[in-house]
């Protein structure tokens, strides 16, 4: 019989490997480790395994990570194969340039607010990808007030509304406080609750003008719906970035994004990444009856045929699909582009987005789709 | 033949249990389930849909003697289709009789009187706490919504409903908690560490051919074998909807219908929808080379 002393230090001393190996195995969770363990054989490799594995572990992320910690710290044999269905492991993230040269705050402000506000009215109109560094921070500035409205949908819950059905409940507790007699029907009616908005925002190096601006576009909109909002960056990979954007500041916001971004600037295979993002968060219900904003230029190295096929099988999961495309704002713009050919059959609304006006019609397109 | 098991001694001992109600799990779902039983712990269940998450919870209701409540999930779930509800009509009915059989008595008694136990409507959650020892199976809890994952995290601490109007309400023995997931969304993180965490894979070739052999026993050992291989195969073409354990059971059965004793390339082709339920992965399939799928 080996000494409880022994178990609780090797069980520590594992929970400690574990956790640099990055599985969070707080300190509840190894006492519960330390529980199951005084349930089973304390002797028997594979009933330690397990039983370290069901209370460390929360997600199929940690499964490869424990397997090696477990084979690393016990250095027996992990007793099952690979886990399926984990996401890919972690990468190392590369820091990215989010502004165009801007370091925050230059000393040229326009201290008047007469011309602050012409200007800002002038800038509003200007393509984001053709400002100088001044007038990018300007610019930031107003891209922090834009709140998108959520779009709303029906739901199951109820509130008590003055129209609508009966409610049964309200309308007979006020009875048995009457003494039984019905003197009003209360009524209610199903509470609007916000639909998901998803963001599909085009890192690759074609879109490298606008991404800074897309993401800020995307900030707003984490910031003014965190429950409601997913945001995720196309190019060679799908990145998500929701969490990252979930920051205040958006400037910080923004840096750590981009720090989680791996593929900044690189090639853009949007059906495969499209793909990815059906298979794994898609199909599984993000994208279902959920607003969709795909914001790319359509620049495919991939197949275009993928990419149609994908946007086909977005469009019969999402509510409403949307393209924002920033060269649309140019003038003569026509979707050639074998990409955006191929995905426009399955676009609900396709619109620029290259300029703070633009953005502020893509606010109200999200709202209303 | 069913081998009840009300109170395991090891996991071995409930895997056989498991197995006579033809549930067959690995190690460490029976690992699983077993510690769920004796720690009393929820039992979190992550997979695929159709690797058997659910039918755990039966197979364990089955073993354990216990019965089975089920909630399922989804997307604005309220607390009163979860916990309990008043039966409004009963209560209006009951204050009439009094007042037709001219009750007298003090208004407050009568009041008190209309929210007896009688008089409420137990809903899943409260059902497995009052007829504890249970199981309860939560199913889909990626489907609710963040406010309910909050008040079942409560529920699931302590085992405990109170009723304002009652008191409160506790398991003597709490219930044996499955929870299910398909990953639609993250689950929270506290909810979680409530639980045992269990990632549910698919069943591997030789486990594969012992459930359809034991759920489908008329099939023959070589259909049952090449169902599973080729089942095994169409996992790993990346499809949509790869095809689960229910999927290969159902496979093997239309092929028996259809009176194959083994799979030819050509009963293969016409039966698929039995197996893949996108049009895109039939075609995928259909597309490929039908003797490196199917053939031996």
Request: negative net charge.
């Amino acid at each position: 019989m080996p000494d409880t002393r022994d178990v609780v230090s090797t069980v520590l001393g594992f929970a400690r490997t574990l956790r640099n190996a990055g599985v969070a195995a707080s300190p509840d969770r190894v006492e519960a480790m330390l529980a199951a363990v005084a349930h089973l054989d304390v002797l028997d490799a594979t009933a330690v395994y397990w039983a370290g594995r069901l209370t460390l572990c929360g997600s199929p992320d940690d499964l490869d990570r424990y397997d090696a910690a477990f084979a690393a710290w016990f250095s027996g044999q992990v007793p099952r194969g690979r886990p399926r269905g984990g996401d890919e492991p972690a990468r190392l993230a590369t820091v990215a340039p989010l502004t165009g040269g801007g370091t925050g705050d230059a000393g040229e402000e326009p201290s008047d607010l007469a011309t602050k506000a012409s200007g800002a009215e002038v800038l509003r109109h200007r393509d984001v990808a053709e400002l100088t560094v001044a007038e990018r921070v300007e610019l930031r500035r107003l891209f922090a007030l834009l709140a998108p409205a959520t779009p709303m949908r029906r739901s199951r819950r109820r509130a008590p509304s003055p129209h609508g059905a009966v409610d049964a409940g309200r309308t007979v507790r006020a009875a048995l406080r009457d003494g039984g007699e019905v003197r009003r029907l209360a009524h209610h009616r199903a509470r609007p609750r916000p639909r998901r908005v998803v963001l599909l925002v085009d890192v690759s190096g074609s879109m490298s003008p606008y991404a800074d601006a897309l993401l800020r576009f995307a900030h707003a909109a984490v910031r003014a719906r965190p429950a409601s909002t997913e945001v995720f960056t196309i190019g060679t990979r799908l990145t998500r970035v929701t969490r990252e954007l979930r920051l205040r500041d958006p400037d910080r916001a923004l840096a750590a994004g981009g720090a989680a971004i791996p593929d900044w600037s690189g090639g853009t295979r949007i059906g495969e990444v499209l793909k990815a993002f059906l298979d794994r968060w898609g199909q599984r219900g993000t994208a279902r009856g959920a607003v969709v904003v795909v914001c790319s230029d359509g620049w495919e190295r991939g197949g275009a045929e993928l990419l149609g096929e994908q946007m086909a099988r977005l469009h019969r999961l999402a509510h409403a699909v949307v393209w924002v495309n920033p060269h649309k704002g140019r003038s003569g713009y026509e979707p050639l582009t074998g990409g955006m050919v191929a995905a426009l059959p399955s676009v609900d609304h396709f619109v620029a987005g290259h300029s703070l006006a633009a953005f502020e019609e893509l606010a109200g397109v999200i709202t209303h789709a | 033949m069913l081998r009840q098991v009300t109170q395991p001694t090891d996991p071995a001992q409930l895997a056989d249990a498991l197995e006579s109600t033809d549930y067959l799990p690995d190690e460490g779902l029976a690992t699983a389930a077993y510690l769920a039983l004796v720690m009393h712990r929820p039992l979190f269940l992550e997979g695929e849909a159709g690797v058997g998450k659910t039918a755990l919870a039966r197979a364990l209701a089955e073993v354990t003697g216990r019965p089975l409540y089920r909630l399922q999930c989804y997307e604005g779930l309220e607390a009163s289709h979860a916990l309990y509800d008043w039966d409004f009509g009963r209560q209006l009915l009951h204050l009439r009789a009094a007042e037709a059989a001219h009750a007298t008595g003090d208004t407050e008694q009568l009041e008190a009187g209309l929210y007896d136990r009688r008089f409420l409507l137990a809903r899943p959650l409260l059902q497995a706490l009052e007829d504890s020892p249970s199981v309860l199976l939560v199913d889909e809890v990626d489907r609710a919504d963040d406010e309910f994952e909050a008040f079942l995290l409560e529920v699931l601490s302590d085992f405990t409903i109170s009723v304002p109007e009652l008191g409160t309400i506790r398991a003597e023995t709490p219930p044996l908690v499955v929870l299910t997931s398909n990953r639609t969304r993250e689950v929270h993180d506290a909810l979680k560490r409530r639980c045992l965490y269990h990632w549910l894979e698919h069943p591997d070739f030789d486990r594969e051919v012992a459930i359809l052999r034991r759920r489908l026993p008329e099939v023959t050992d070589e259909l049952a074998r090449q169902v599973a291989r080729a089942t095994g195969r169409l996992r790993e073409l990346d499809l949509l909807k790869p095809p689960g354990v229910a999927e290969a059971m159902d496979w093997a059965s239309a092929l028996h219908a259809l009176g194959c004793r083994e799979l030819d390339p050509d009963t293969a082709a016409r039966t698929l929808g039995a197996v893949l339920k996108y049009r895109e992965d039939g075609e995928r399939v259909r597309s490929l080379a039908r003797g490196a799928l199917f053939g031996a």
